[in-house]
């Protein structure tokens, strides 16, 4: 067993709800973590140098290309290096925070994470994604089918980059602080209560399946 990759994204640090949830994972697993946190350290967006340092040989990189090569290595290398994943993706204005989406952009890349012959090299692995939220988003809601956290995740984690993932999605955040949703109190705890419960017992999921 390697380690366990955490790739955090909550501007909120140790008061994330989302955050939180990963850290009741993490509570069940047993086994060395890697934690990146993007809001305290954040990577850069993709740059030109980047994108056009792909299609250049390295012997021909200028010093900018070669600068953006020294990140993408280093966040790659770190991914692939992970046997399981836990990503902490709130949703923030209806979508992934813009840390996360720079971190995912980085580590995509074509011929080294996604694109090759036999697939992705991550192909197969397990993944959680937390994705707290202030309001409610299921079948019913009036915000039904605004939730563009998961699918974008679920669709970007499993498709290009091969992971297995489980989302769990506390609900109704801001029920114990907004007069006007104190009525969803309840529901909301119930929310958070699985998502603990459901976070521990992936993590027990996740240590089975890579010791197997």
Do not use: C
Request: proline share 8%; glycine share 8%; charged share 15%.
């Amino acid at each position: 067993m390697s380690y366990l990759l955490h790739i955090d994204s909550s501007s909120l640090g140790a008061d994330s709800v989302s955050y939180q949830v990963a850290r009741s994972f993490r509570g069940t697993w047993d086994a060395p973590v890697v934690h990146r946190d993007l809001a305290v350290s954040p990577v850069p967006h993709l740059s030109a140098a980047g994108i056009a340092a792909w299609n250049t040989d390295p012997a021909r990189h200028t010093p900018e290309q070669a600068a953006a090569v020294a990140v993408q290595d280093e966040l790659i290398g770190e991914f692939l290096g992970a046997s399981a994943y836990v990503f902490t993706v709130p949703m923030y204005n209806l979508t992934m925070p813009s840390v996360f989406k720079a971190w995912l952009d980085q580590v995509i890349v074509k011929g080294r994470t996604f694109g090759l012959p036999d697939g992705p090299p991550a192909s197969g692995r397990p993944a959680l994604g937390g994705s707290a939220r202030g309001g409610g988003y299921g079948p019913g809601t009036p915000n039904h089918g605004k939730d563009f956290v998961v699918p974008a995740l679920e669709t970007i984690l499993r498709d290009m980059l091969g992971l297995e993932v489980t989302a769990l999605t506390p609900e109704l955040t801001m029920a114990p602080v907004v007069p006007a949703l104190t009525h969803l109190v309840p529901i909301h705890e119930a929310s958070l209560t699985d998502a603990h419960q459901q976070a521990r017992r992936q993590a027990e999921k996740f240590r089975d399946r890579i010791a197997a």
